[in-house]
Protein backbone atom coordinates (compact mmCIF):
# COMPACT_ATOMS: atom_id res chain seq x y z
CA UNK A 1 0.00 0.00 0.00
CA UNK A 2 1.49 3.49 -0.83
CA UNK A 3 -0.09 6.74 0.48
CA UNK A 4 -0.45 9.64 -1.31
CA UNK A 5 -1.23 12.71 0.31
CA UNK A 6 -2.73 16.15 -1.58
CA UNK A 7 0.68 17.02 -3.33
CA UNK A 8 2.28 14.24 -5.57
CA UNK A 9 0.66 11.17 -7.23
CA UNK A 10 4.31 9.42 -7.68
CA UNK A 11 4.07 5.65 -8.40
CA UNK A 12 0.23 6.03 -9.82
CA UNK A 13 1.11 8.81 -12.03
CA UNK A 14 4.43 7.17 -13.35
CA UNK A 15 2.63 3.94 -13.64
CA UNK A 16 -0.71 5.36 -16.16
CA UNK A 17 1.88 7.67 -18.06
CA UNK A 18 3.86 3.83 -18.73
CA UNK A 19 0.26 2.44 -19.66
CA UNK A 20 -0.37 5.54 -22.09
CA UNK A 21 3.06 4.97 -23.88
CA UNK A 22 2.53 1.78 -24.13
CA UNK A 23 -0.67 2.26 -26.23
CA UNK A 24 0.81 4.72 -28.40
CA UNK A 25 -1.03 7.60 -26.57
CA UNK A 26 1.08 10.96 -25.66
CA UNK A 27 0.49 11.91 -22.03
CA UNK A 28 1.25 15.39 -22.51
CA UNK A 29 -1.33 15.55 -25.35
CA UNK A 30 -3.94 18.27 -23.82
CA UNK A 31 -7.51 16.75 -23.22
CA UNK A 32 -11.08 17.78 -24.66
CA UNK A 33 -14.21 17.34 -22.66
CA UNK A 34 -16.68 15.79 -24.83
CA UNK A 35 -19.55 18.11 -25.73
CA UNK A 36 -22.14 15.14 -25.39
CA UNK A 37 -22.36 14.12 -21.67
CA UNK A 38 -22.02 10.13 -21.07
CA UNK A 39 -25.06 8.07 -21.64
CA UNK A 40 -23.48 5.85 -19.30
CA UNK A 41 -23.23 8.45 -16.68
CA UNK A 42 -26.48 9.73 -16.94
CA UNK A 43 -28.10 6.18 -16.13
CA UNK A 44 -25.59 5.91 -13.40
CA UNK A 45 -27.39 8.97 -12.08
CA UNK A 46 -30.10 7.21 -10.32
CA UNK A 47 -27.95 4.84 -8.30
CA UNK A 48 -26.13 7.30 -6.97
CA UNK A 49 -27.14 9.14 -3.62
CA UNK A 50 -28.53 12.69 -4.28
CA UNK A 51 -26.28 14.29 -2.01
CA UNK A 52 -22.72 13.13 -4.52
CA UNK A 53 -24.53 13.26 -7.98
CA UNK A 54 -22.75 16.06 -8.45
CA UNK A 55 -19.13 14.73 -6.89
CA UNK A 56 -15.64 14.97 -8.09
CA UNK A 57 -13.02 13.31 -8.11
CA UNK A 58 -10.84 16.46 -7.14
CA UNK A 59 -8.01 14.20 -5.17
CA UNK A 60 -4.85 14.30 -7.35
CA UNK A 61 -4.37 10.68 -6.64
CA UNK A 62 -7.96 10.02 -6.68
CA UNK A 63 -7.40 11.26 -9.71
CA UNK A 64 -4.57 9.45 -10.94
CA UNK A 65 -6.24 6.53 -10.28
CA UNK A 66 -9.26 6.75 -11.60
CA UNK A 67 -6.88 7.58 -15.07
CA UNK A 68 -5.36 4.38 -14.49
CA UNK A 69 -8.22 1.90 -14.27
CA UNK A 70 -9.47 3.58 -17.23
CA UNK A 71 -6.20 3.31 -19.34
CA UNK A 72 -5.58 -0.26 -18.31
CA UNK A 73 -9.06 -1.33 -19.32
CA UNK A 74 -9.75 -4.17 -21.51
CA UNK A 75 -11.35 -2.93 -25.23
CA UNK A 76 -14.86 -3.93 -25.58
CA UNK A 77 -16.79 -4.54 -29.28
CA UNK A 78 -17.72 -1.02 -29.77
CA UNK A 79 -14.20 0.15 -28.71
CA UNK A 80 -14.42 1.58 -25.12
CA UNK A 81 -12.81 0.18 -22.44
CA UNK A 82 -13.86 -1.97 -19.44
CA UNK A 83 -12.55 -2.31 -16.18
CA UNK A 84 -9.45 -4.97 -16.24
CA UNK A 85 -7.37 -5.85 -13.21
CA UNK A 86 -5.64 -3.23 -11.20
CA UNK A 87 -4.91 -1.74 -8.03
CA UNK A 88 -7.63 -0.68 -5.30
CA UNK A 89 -7.59 2.21 -3.49
CA UNK A 90 -8.38 3.02 0.38
CA UNK A 91 -9.59 6.92 1.32
CA UNK A 92 -8.93 7.64 4.88
CA UNK A 93 -9.69 10.57 6.81
CA UNK A 94 -11.34 11.55 9.86
CA UNK A 95 -15.54 11.87 9.71
CA UNK A 96 -16.73 15.04 7.16
CA UNK A 97 -13.24 14.97 5.03
CA UNK A 98 -14.97 14.03 1.99
CA UNK A 99 -14.27 10.28 1.56
CA UNK A 100 -17.43 9.23 0.26
CA UNK A 101 -17.89 12.26 -2.06
CA UNK A 102 -14.04 11.49 -3.41
CA UNK A 103 -15.31 7.59 -3.77
CA UNK A 104 -18.51 8.43 -5.89
CA UNK A 105 -16.99 11.10 -7.65
CA UNK A 106 -14.23 8.15 -9.17
CA UNK A 107 -17.22 6.43 -10.61
CA UNK A 108 -18.71 9.52 -11.91
CA UNK A 109 -15.13 10.11 -13.36
CA UNK A 110 -15.08 6.38 -15.05
CA UNK A 111 -18.44 6.94 -16.57
CA UNK A 112 -17.68 10.19 -18.04
CA UNK A 113 -14.27 8.66 -19.65
CA UNK A 114 -16.47 6.24 -21.63
CA UNK A 115 -15.39 2.99 -19.06
CA UNK A 116 -17.74 0.44 -19.20
CA UNK A 117 -18.45 -0.51 -15.85
CA UNK A 118 -20.56 -2.26 -13.58
CA UNK A 119 -20.30 -1.24 -10.10
CA UNK A 120 -21.96 -1.37 -6.96
CA UNK A 121 -21.28 0.63 -3.93
CA UNK A 122 -22.24 -0.12 -0.31
CA UNK A 123 -21.30 0.50 3.34
CA UNK A 124 -19.72 -1.92 5.46
CA UNK A 125 -22.92 -1.92 8.01
CA UNK A 126 -25.28 -2.23 4.58
CA UNK A 127 -22.98 -4.90 3.00
CA UNK A 128 -23.46 -7.47 6.22
CA UNK A 129 -27.19 -6.64 6.60
CA UNK A 130 -27.41 -7.56 3.25
CA UNK A 131 -25.71 -10.94 3.93
CA UNK A 132 -27.07 -11.76 7.17
CA UNK A 133 -28.49 -15.21 6.59
CA UNK A 134 -32.62 -14.48 6.45
CA UNK A 135 -35.12 -16.57 5.15
CA UNK A 136 -35.63 -16.30 1.27
CA UNK A 137 -32.08 -14.62 0.77
CA UNK A 138 -29.24 -16.88 -0.51
CA UNK A 139 -26.20 -14.77 1.17
CA UNK A 140 -23.96 -17.12 -0.41
CA UNK A 141 -24.31 -15.96 -3.99
CA UNK A 142 -24.75 -12.38 -3.05
CA UNK A 143 -21.37 -12.34 -1.59
CA UNK A 144 -19.84 -14.26 -4.42
CA UNK A 145 -21.84 -11.43 -6.53
CA UNK A 146 -19.93 -8.89 -5.17
CA UNK A 147 -16.52 -11.07 -5.26
CA UNK A 148 -16.90 -10.58 -8.84
CA UNK A 149 -18.20 -7.05 -9.44
CA UNK A 150 -15.89 -5.49 -11.67
CA UNK A 151 -15.82 -2.36 -9.14
CA UNK A 152 -17.15 -2.44 -5.70
CA UNK A 153 -17.26 1.06 -3.42
CA UNK A 154 -16.81 -0.19 0.71
CA UNK A 155 -17.72 2.76 2.44
CA UNK A 156 -16.61 3.00 6.31
CA UNK A 157 -15.04 0.05 6.69
CA UNK A 158 -14.53 -0.70 10.33
CA UNK A 159 -17.61 1.52 11.32
CA UNK A 160 -19.95 -1.52 11.84
CA UNK A 161 -20.08 -3.26 15.08
CA UNK A 162 -17.62 -6.43 14.76
CA UNK A 163 -18.02 -9.94 15.33
CA UNK A 164 -16.72 -13.38 14.18
CA UNK A 165 -19.42 -13.65 11.50
CA UNK A 166 -18.11 -9.96 10.04
CA UNK A 167 -14.85 -10.75 10.05
CA UNK A 168 -15.54 -14.29 8.11
CA UNK A 169 -17.31 -12.24 5.71
CA UNK A 170 -14.70 -9.30 5.66
CA UNK A 171 -12.28 -11.83 4.73
CA UNK A 172 -13.73 -13.74 2.02
CA UNK A 173 -14.99 -10.98 0.17
CA UNK A 174 -11.47 -9.05 0.53
CA UNK A 175 -9.45 -11.99 -0.07
CA UNK A 176 -11.54 -13.08 -3.36
CA UNK A 177 -10.72 -9.67 -4.97
CA UNK A 178 -7.20 -9.25 -3.46
CA UNK A 179 -6.46 -13.15 -5.36
CA UNK A 180 -8.27 -11.69 -8.75
CA UNK A 181 -6.59 -8.23 -8.56
CA UNK A 182 -10.32 -6.81 -8.77
CA UNK A 183 -9.99 -3.04 -8.46
CA UNK A 184 -11.66 -2.60 -4.96
CA UNK A 185 -12.18 1.56 -3.31
CA UNK A 186 -12.77 1.35 0.50
CA UNK A 187 -13.16 4.16 2.20
CA UNK A 188 -12.75 4.34 6.43
CA UNK A 189 -12.23 6.78 9.27
CA UNK A 190 -9.94 4.36 10.82
CA UNK A 191 -6.12 4.18 10.72
CA UNK A 192 -4.49 1.32 9.75
CA UNK A 193 -3.79 -0.34 13.78
CA UNK A 194 -7.24 0.38 14.51
CA UNK A 195 -8.67 -1.09 11.58
CA UNK A 196 -6.57 -4.02 12.00
CA UNK A 197 -8.45 -4.71 15.49
CA UNK A 198 -11.22 -4.07 13.97
CA UNK A 199 -11.49 -6.48 10.60
CA UNK A 200 -8.08 -8.67 11.93
CA UNK A 201 -4.85 -8.88 10.53
CA UNK A 202 -5.67 -11.22 7.64
CA UNK A 203 -8.05 -8.65 5.79
CA UNK A 204 -5.79 -5.51 6.80
CA UNK A 205 -2.45 -7.67 5.15
CA UNK A 206 -4.43 -7.54 1.83
CA UNK A 207 -5.50 -4.02 1.79
CA UNK A 208 -2.03 -2.98 2.53
CA UNK A 209 -0.68 -4.68 -0.47
CA UNK A 210 -3.68 -4.45 -2.87
CA UNK A 211 -4.19 -0.53 -2.10
CA UNK A 212 -2.82 3.02 -2.90
CA UNK A 213 -3.32 4.61 0.19
CA UNK A 214 -5.11 8.58 0.01
CA UNK A 215 -5.03 10.10 3.27
CA UNK A 216 -7.53 13.16 3.78
CA UNK A 217 -7.33 15.64 6.22
CA UNK A 218 -9.19 18.94 7.75
CA UNK A 219 -11.83 19.99 9.40
CA UNK A 220 -15.42 18.32 9.57
CA UNK A 221 -16.79 19.85 6.16
CA UNK A 222 -20.37 18.92 7.23
CA UNK A 223 -19.87 21.16 10.74
CA UNK A 224 -18.16 24.17 8.41
CA UNK A 225 -21.46 23.79 5.91
CA UNK A 226 -23.50 24.05 8.75
CA UNK A 227 -21.67 26.61 10.50
CA UNK A 228 -21.65 28.78 7.53
CA UNK A 229 -25.22 28.04 6.89
CA UNK A 230 -25.98 29.23 10.64
CA UNK A 231 -23.60 32.55 10.10
CA UNK A 232 -25.69 33.31 6.53
CA UNK A 233 -29.13 32.68 8.37
CA UNK A 234 -28.15 35.21 11.25
CA UNK A 235 -26.74 38.21 8.79
Known sequence: MRDHDAQPVGGIARRL???LKSRGIDP??????EAEPSPALEAAQARIPARYQGAVADHPAVDAWVGEVAAAGRRGPDGSPGIAQGRSLLIVGTTGTGKTHQAYGAVRSLLAAGVRLRWKATTAADLYAELRPRPGCDGERELQDLARCPLLIIDDLGAAKASEWTEEITTRLIDRRYTQMIPTL????LGMSDLRAHIGDRVASRLTEMTDKVILDGPDRRRALAAE?????AV
Open 17 to 19: TGI
Open 229 to 233: RRRLT
Open 186 to 189: VTTN
Open 28 to 33: NAPVFE
